[in-house]
């Protein structure tokens, strides 16, 4: 535990809010370091001559600015990504100037030709339907296209199980904000998707994490967790795991599925990534479906830009996330859905994304090539790897000096979500160079 004890002027803001703001600044100058366990309420109450109360709120503001983790029993930390912006994508940021090797985009330039969906829909006629109020969980042919798309990933599920969302993103909204409320706290992998962490953190979510070694998440370490504090939900993504490529085998779907049970979860399946592998297995959600939400999120599959994920959900929740959807956007809009819709069921879909894994394998290929020697986690047609780095590097360092180079790429950082010790990784995607040609250059630079 540091001897740490801030300097706190007198100031117009209340002291638990400059508290906060001490700790911010001890971490930015390096006098508090990611994973350093924090004075107790009562010993830096103490020091400071304050209520402990007033130390307790102060260290509850600075888990809410994402700053510190707290955890039963075992004190207050700094975040492993304190020092790290966790979003990859930042509103209104300049386009970066190199390879962009960080983000992963579908391969857009493989995604089916927009004005001959429009025209095939127009000749359908009945357009005016799309310019209407519907019902926020889709309109009903619709939802039956989704229940389709949910049979291919494994699920025996109707029309009335599927709700349409704007996208995996929207659809996590919806459940955060319709199943949970601030302070519940949600179980991930100690590295998972940033999307996810930041969502939560607005909504005021707690997080916490549950190790995964070679295999995926350890489901003794989630059963731990659940014993040592009262966990809501379980977020999983388990068939390609972002940002490690790891699946779950069926010996640890079975496991974690009987946890949710007996710890009475709900699981959050989030499925963004599993069609990019050739390999099916069993989504954990069908051995608890009762307690299980899954996510079928296209856009990594097909036209990003449309914004349509279909949400899979028991019948004691439709009604709550259709409300959350009502809340949200009202609808995700028709006229959207019906174009993903068309091609899910003239053929199109399943083309674009035979010709993406196609595509993707190559490019995997490559990087096979270009980085043989290194430590390398991946899929054969997955749209990342996941590079582990030798001594001294860290992710952040890494990411840093690869930028000075002109390639972009994410620290493991970014990933890590609570305090503990955060491999020295980087995600590489080998999808948003459209040029294979830039893509070899950025892998030789890398």
């Not at 963004?272 to 599959?301: C, D, H, M, N, Q």
């Not at 028991?314 to 709550?320: F, R, V, Y």
Request: glycine letters at 8%; a neutral charge.
């Amino acid at each position: 535990m540091t001897i740490w004890t801030p300097t706190i002027q007198k100031a117009a803001e209340p002291a638990y809010k400059a508290l906060a703001q001490a700790i911010q600044q001890a971490i930015g100058r390096g006098e508090l370091r990611p994973g350093e366990r924090l004075p107790t309420h009562r010993e830096l109450a103490d020091r400071l001559g304050w209520n402990v109360s007033t130390v307790t709120r102060g260290y509850r503001e600075a888990e809410n600015i994402g700053l510190v983790a707290g955890t039963v029993g075992r004190g207050t930390f700094v975040v492993s990504d304190a020092l790290i912006a966790s979003h990859t994508v930042c509103v209104g940021a300049p386009p970066i100037n190199g390879l962009e090797m960080g983000l992963s985009w579908p391969l857009y330039h493989l995604e089916p030709d927009l004005s001959l969906a429009f025209r095939r829909l127009t000749e359908r006629g009945r357009l005016e339907s799309f310019l209407t109020y519907s019902d926020p969980r889709g309109h009903a042919d619709h939802r039956r296209i989704g229940a389709l798309w949910a049979a291919r990933l494994g699920l025996n599920v109707s029309a009335d199980d599927i709700l349409i969302m704007a996208g995996a993103q929207h659809a996590l909204t919806a459940i955060f904000t319709g199943l949970f409320k601030p302070g519940d706290r949600l179980a991930a992998d100690g590295l998972t998707y940033p999307g996810m962490k930041t969502l939560a953190a607005m909504l005021g979510l707690r997080l916490v994490p549950i190790a995964l070694d070679a295999h995926g998440m350890i489901p003794e370490e989630l059963d731990a967790a659940c014993r040592r504090e009262a966990i809501k939900g379980l977020y999983l993504m388990p068939a390609v795991h972002n940002p490690t490529t790891i699946t779950l085998g069926e010996d640890r779907r079975e496991a974690i599925a009987e946890l949710v049970r007996r710890h009475d979860l709900l699981l959050i399946e989030d499925d963004a990534y599993s069609l990019t592998s050739p390999s099916r297995l069993e989504p954990v959600t069908t051995r608890v479906p009762e307690r299980g939400l899954f996510i079928a999120g296209l856009s990594k599959v097909l036209a990003a830009g449309l914004r349509v994920a279909f949400l899979t959900a028991p019948p004691a929740l439709n009604k709550t996330l259709g409300q959350a959807v009502l809340n949200t956007i009202w609808m995700t809009p028709p006229l959207n859905v019906a174009l993903i819709a068309g091609w899910i069921e003239d053929g199109t879909a399943d083309r674009v994304l035979a010709a993406k894994r196609a595509e993707a394998g190559k490019r995997q290929r490559i990087a096979a090539e270009l980085l043989a020697g290194l430590d390398v986690t991946t899929q054969e047609s997955s749209y990342f790897l996941w590079l582990k780095l030798p001594p001294p590097w860290t992710g952040q360092a890494f990411e840093l000096r690869a930028r000075e180079r002109g390639v972009k790429v994410f620290a493991a950082e970014r990933f890590s979500i609570g305090y503990g010790p955060v491999p020295a990784a980087v995600r590489v995607s080998l999808t948003a160079l459209a040029d294979p040609a830039d893509l070899r250059r950025g892998l030789e630079l890398i």
